[in-house]
C-alpha cells in the first residue's frame, strides 16, 4: 500500500518526468536520502523512549533539536548533492532544485523520525515494529512531492 501511495505522487507529475528525464533519474537519491535520515531519527527516539529519556516534558526540547540537526544535514546534502547534479547533468537549476528538495525531505525525516515513534507510543503501539514503515512512506512521498514539484515550478 505504501508503494502504491509513492507510485500515485509520482504519477502526478508524469508531464514533468516525460520533459525533463534527468528527474527520473535524481527522484531515488532525494527519497532513500530522507528515508536514511528518518530511519536514523527514529532510532534515536525509539531508544530514547525504551530508555525512558525521551518524557512528556522534554519531548518539544529534543524534537526542536532533532529538527535543527535535520535541516543542517539537509543543507550539507543538498549542497553536496547540487553541486555533483550539476556538473553531472551540465545544468545548475536541477542541481538547486534537488537542493531545495533535499532540505525540505531531510527536514521532514527528522520531524517524522520524531513524530512517528512518539504518536504510536501515545497510541500504545510498539514504535519499535512500526515506526520503520510509517516514516520511509513520509519521506519517499514527501522527496517526490518536494523535488517534482519544485522542478514543476521551475524547469517547466
Request: charged share 10%; aromatic share 8%; hydrophobic share 60%.
Amino acid at each position: 500500500m505504501t508503494a502504491i501511495l509513492a507510485s500515485v505522487a509520482i504519477g502526478l507529475f508524469s508531464a514533468t518526468l516525460e520533459k525533463v528525464i534527468a528527474l527520473a533519474i535524481l527522484m531515488p537519491i532525494v527519497a532513500s536520502m530522507g528515508g536514511n535520515a528518518g530511519t536514523q531519527t527514529l532510532t534515536v527516539a525509539v531508544r530514547a523512549l525504551a530508555t525512558k529519556e525521551l518524557t512528556a516534558s522534554n519531548m518539544y526540547r529534543i524534537m526542536w533539536k532533532e529538527t535543527i540537526v535535520a535541516f543542517l544535514n539537509g543543507c550539507a546534502f543538498a549542497v553536496l548533492i547540487g553541486i555533483v547534479t550539476w556538473i553531472w547533468f551540465s545544468d545548475s537549476t536541477i542541481g538547486w532544485v534537488i537542493g531545495v528538495a533535499m532540505i525540505v525531505n531531510m527536514l521532514i525525516a527528522g520531524i517524522a523520525g520524531m513524530a512517528v515513534p512518539i504518536t504510536l507510543e501515545h497510541y500504545k503501539i510498539d514504535p519499535a515494529v512500526a515506526s520503520s514503515v510509517f516514516v520511509t512512506t513520509i519521506t519517499d512521498i514527501i522527496g517526490f512531492v518536494a523535488f517534482l514539484g519544485i522542478a514543476s515550478l521551475v524547469l517547466l
